[in-house]
């Protein structure tokens, strides 16, 4: 168990809708990450977020959106959803995770999201 | 641009045989660098990583990996498998001296089966 809690873990929903996806970082980690686990794509770094800002960003949709609450926690919004948007959706939190950190990041047990 | 390459998507070794997980990584200069486990529907766990110091790293379960300057790669071994190590592998690569350091680029991942 790493400590970090993803909900839910199963989500089916249909084309054109929208979904949040929840995840709870470790006690007293401040960065969060989320990440796109598909087969055709792979695993892909979507964004971060460091102590409620965003730090980085990397392969996110313009239909997808995410944000850190003051508790740190982080919910990934992923709207007007298509059939490729089917994938493993997982989160990670480090201690710190700013330039030239080297903290381990520790993933959840994902969100698996199936469009139909 | 950074990238990860991991050479063969599926391995198969016997039990008791030795594991080698090929990666290779392009950058201009030397990333930090990981291995990191996936189990059947779970998230993924860090094996080991790289930042400075000793080239041969020794991580968790068993496995080692030693960065290769000349060779730009960081091959995961372990001497002996054992049934729990299947699952896949995936070899990745962050930047050290850039403002989103935490942007981690993950390989397309190695499968591994061990055959009793």
């Known amino acids: 168990d790493s400590g970090v809690t993803q909900t839910p873990k199963h989500l089916i929903t249909a084309t054109g809708q929208r979904v949040t996806l929840r995840c709870s970082p470790r006690?007293?980690?401040?960065?969060v990450y989320w990440y796109q686990q598909s087969l055709d794509q792979g695993l892909q770094f979507l964004i971060q977020y460091y102590n409620g800002e965003e730090r980085a960003k990397g392969n996110i949709l313009e239909r997808f959106s995410a944000q850190q609450f003051p508790d740190l926690h982080s919910e990934l919004n992923l709207s007007s959803l298509e059939l490729g948007d089917s994938a493993l959706y997982f989160c990670?939190?480090?201690?710190?995770?700013?330039?030239?950190?080297?903290?381990?990041?520790?993933f959840g047990p994902g969100t698996r999201l199936t469009v139909l | 641009a950074q990238s990860v390459t991991q050479l063969g998507s599926h391995v198969s070794v016997s039990e008791g045989a030795l594991v080698l997980l090929r990666c290779n990584y392009s950058?201009?200069?030397?990333?930090?660098l990981f291995w990191y486990v996936q189990y059947p529907n779970q998230g993924l766990q860090l094996l080991l990583k790289y930042t400075t110091g000793a080239t041969l790293v020794k991580g968790i379960n068993g496995f080692e990996a030693e960065f290769k300057k000349s060779e730009t790669s960081f091959h995961l071994t372990k001497p002996s498998a054992h049934m729990s190590d299947a699952a896949e592998y995936f070899c990745a690569v962050s930047p050290k001296w850039d403002s989103s350091a935490s942007k981690i680029i993950f390989g397309s991942g190695t499968r591994l089966s061990i055959r009793p």
């Open positions: 990670a939190s480090s201690v710190v995770g700013t330039s030239g950190s080297t903290d381990t990041q520790y």
């Open positions: 950058s201009s200069v030397p990333p930090y």
């Open positions: 006690s007293g980690d401040l960065s």
